[in-house]
T-cell receptor, first 110, second 116 residues
Framework: GESVGLHLPTLSVQEGDNSIINCAYSNSASDYFIWYKQESGKGPQFIIDIRSNMDKRQGQRVTVLLNKTVKHLSLQIAATQPGDSAVYFCAESNNNDMRFGAGTRLTVKP | GAGVSQSPSNKVTEKGKDVELRCDPISGHTALYWYRQRLGQGLEFLIYFQGNSAPDKSGLPSDRFSAERTGESVSTLTIQRTQQEDSAVYLC??????????????FGQGTRLTVV
């Protein structure tokens, strides 16, 4: 089900380092995945997506990796900046449903 | 409009009162979602509308919660007899559809509801 009643896991990185945020999804039939970034006081914003027929997709400073064998999704942020501090959510869809992961709070230390 | 618009942005209400939250989705988006987000927590699905199909209400936590949508436009989420546990940010999102890439959802800024 949805991530309800869970306090968010946290990841703390040094500015300039690379960040890796992980997400385990639940449905092997899911065929489309999205990463969202939510800054404090704002709604989630789309970062990058990937379809199940791909295992890697790159954007500007971000890379999403998909491992369907173990149902694992990761978001890599290169040269992390203070502005990257936020909560990151993954979402999976399977043609008739969309589910969000619990989210990870990323804190970037100067 | 250019994005999903929600109103009000903040709402403080007394316990026991009814509240109505509004969402204006992106024009042309047939799918609309409501989520609840408690402080420091993840997204809790409430309800989903897709075109003229019957809404998916499976996430509504109690019969005090209801939502309506007029065609493919505005949606209102109503909470009756509010309780302090209803305090949260209520997020609305819309997408082109509910299959594959069409599910890419765009979120509004949310309505922060505080029940005192």
């Amino acid at each position: 089900g949805e991530s309800v009643g869970l306090h968010l896991p946290t990841l703390s990185v040094q500015e300039g380092d690379n960040s890796i945020i992980n997400c385990a999804y639940s449905n092997s039939a899911s065929d489309y995945f999205i990463w969202y970034k939510q800054e404090s006081g704002k709604g989630p914003q789309f970062i990058i997506d990937i379809r199940s027929n791909m295992d890697k997709r790159q954007g500007q400073r971000v890379t999403v990796l998909l491992n369907k064998t173990v149902k694992h999704l990761s978001l890599q942020i290169a040269a992390t900046q203070p502005g990257d501090s936020a909560v990151y959510f993954c979402a999976e869809s399977n043609n008739n449903d969309m589910r969000f992961g619990a989210g990870t709070r990323l804190t970037v230390k100067p | 409009g250019a994005g999903v618009s929600q109103s009000p942005s903040n709402k403080v209400t007394e316990k026991g009162k009814d509240v109505e939250l509004r969402c204006d989705p992106i024009s042309g988006h047939t799918a609309l979602y409501w989520y609840r987000q408690r402080l420091g927590q993840g997204l809790e699905f409430l309800i989903y509308f897709q075109g003229n199909s019957a809404p998916d209400k499976s996430g509504l936590p109690s019969d005090r919660f209801s939502a309506e949508r007029t065609g493919e436009s505005v949606s209102t989420l109503t909470i009756q007899r509010t309780q302090q546990e209803d305090s949260a940010v209520y997020l609305c999102a819309s997408s082109l559809g509910r299959q594959g890439f069409r599910m890419k959802a765009f979120f509004g800024q949310g309505t922060r509801l505080t029940v005192v």
